[in-house]
């Protein structure tokens, strides 16, 4: 068995630890990472990128079936799904070489195996098998170990026809019809994939309305949306159980008012949220709180515990891969001693939800703000009127922009459309700036382009809507 010594080592490899192993390369510190599995984390493998590869290929059939539109002709559209999927995995191969690249560039020791805290700085890392490879010493260590699909009694996945968000990813054939527990983020991409791709989707989501960290509003245009596409969404409902027989499952839904609906689909998927990978670490045993199957940390991502850290999914909402990212850079500065780190503005975190149409915001919902105390100015402009949207054939959505009436300060930004997730950095970039509806309208957006309604939208706000 080896013994390394370093100054930081860094438990997990996704999107948190792989960043935050770089940056304290980067200042100057001796860095390892442990991995059990493969470099980049759920995210790279499982999560962000192969969904996106997914939701791509369902992208492109839908333009190919509106090819009329566009003067073109697409005659007899088809997919196949193993290469959907080989597709996906292919990509999401690429991206975790990549990391792999990223370590050797950066001299980071990549250590495979599973680790185990052992007090003092130390941890033993053991293979599959149990057997001891590494014993380690660093200075600080920083637990990485993101998330897993949450379950629940009666709603366990089988790996068959019940499935989590992996199962969903490699699909042995194409199921005709889809029942999609839970409408986060993930569970509406895979039912935009889906049904896209021509499925028959339901979503079950036990509270008032789908995308419930979203907008209201924007919640509503969202629901509106799906359901002219065909997905039946069943809200303020529970499920109560889920029977798998030979090919189908079967579901009892309890609605808010006591009517039991039974339903039957080819394949269902769990998409009701996410618990910490706290386990077989060793961190109760060191004096780290637990708290709801996530670590409890500071702001500067500190234990409490000297010289252990944790970042990303393990520690809580929001379950993002770029909210890790940033930690990971907090957490590593502030170790390396850098002046005027600042700690993480959640408020500050985009949200986005890459379906048809897409889903991004930033900041308040209007709902926050008016909790909050604030006199609001509330600036919408639609899809619909703008120039470059009725090109592109994309004209349903809408930027909705959420000012304090007193400040002028931008609290939040709220957007459903086409390429959503692309123009919510703008807002982000504002509100980092602290920018307020001045500095705004000052600002030149080019024509045509989707980013004319984000100006158009903030004039709106205040009455100086141009092109509504």
């Not at 009329?68 to 007899?76: K, R, S, V």
């Not at 029977?243 to 009701?272: C, H, N, W, Y």
Request: overall charge negative; hydrophobic content about 45%.
């Amino acid at each position: 068995m080896s013994q390394t010594n370093l100054d930081l080592a860094v438990i997990g490899s996704g999107p948190g630890g792989y960043v935050a192993a770089i940056r304290a390369a980067q200042l100057g510190m001796k860095t390892a990472i442990i991995e059990r599995e493969h470099l980049g984390g759920i995210c790279l493998n499982w999560g962000c990128i192969p969904t996106k590869a997914l939701l791509r290929t369902s992208e492109l059939y839908q333009a190919m079936r509106r090819a009329p539109e566009f003067g073109l002709a697409a005659d007899n559209v088809r997919f196949d799904i193993a290469a959907v999927v080989e597709r996906s995995r292919k990509v999401a191969e690429r991206l975790s070489n990549g990391v792999g690249y990223l370590m050797r560039k950066n001299k980071i020791e990549v250590i495979k195996g599973t680790a185990r805290l052992a007090g003092e700085g130390r941890m033993a890392v053991t293979g599959a098998g149990g057997e001891a490879l590494h014993d380690i010493a660093a200075k600080h260590i920083i637990v990485a170990t993101g998330a897993r699909a949450r379950t629940l009694p009666g709603l366990e996945p089988d790996g068959r026809l019940i499935w989590t968000y992996r199962e969903a990813m490699v699909p042995p054939s194409f199921p005709k019809s889809l029942l999609i527990v839970g409408s986060g983020a993930i569970g509406i991409e895979f039912a935009s994939f889906y049904h896209s791709l021509g499925a028959k989707v339901t979503v079950v989501e036990v509270l008032d309305r789908i995308l419930p960290v979203e907008d209201a509003e924007i919640s509503g245009l969202a629901r509106k949306a799906f359901a002219r596409q065909g997905i039946v969404v069943h809200t303020e409902t529970h499920v109560e159980r889920l029977i798998s027989d030979a090919d189908s499952v079967s579901a009892r839904l309890r609605k808010r008012d006591g009517d039991i609906e039974e339903i039957t689909a080819s394949r269902a998927i769990l998409a009701i949220g996410i618990t910490g990978n706290v386990e077989g670490i060793g961190l109760e045993e060191q004096g780290v709180r637990i708290d709801k199957g996530h670590i409890v940390v500071d702001e500067w991502c500190r234990t409490g515990v000297p010289g252990l850290y944790a970042i990303g999914d393990v520690v809580g909402p929001p379950w993002l891969a770029h909210k890790a990212s940033h930690e990971g850079i907090i957490c590593a500065e502030k170790i390396a001693g850098v002046e005027g780190v600042h700690p993480l503005d959640k408020t500050n975190i985009p949200g986005c939800t890459y379906s048809s149409p897409q889903i991004a915001s930033v900041g308040l919902t209007e709902e926050a703000a008016l909790t909050a105390g604030h006199e609001l100015k509330i600036g919408r402009f639609p899809y619909l009127a703008n120039g470059k949207a009725i090109a592109l054939g994309e004209t349903e959505g809408m930027v909705k922009t959420i000012f304090d009436a007193k400040s002028g300060a931008l609290l939040g930004a709220h957007l459903i459309g086409a390429e959503a997730t692309e123009l919510i950095q703008g807002f982000a970039i504002a509100r980092t700036l602290e920018t307020t509806e001045a500095e705004l309208m000052a600002t030149i957006f080019p024509h045509p382009t989707l980013s004319e309604m984000m100006g158009e939208s903030v004039l709106d706000a205040y009455g100086r809507a141009l092109h509504i």
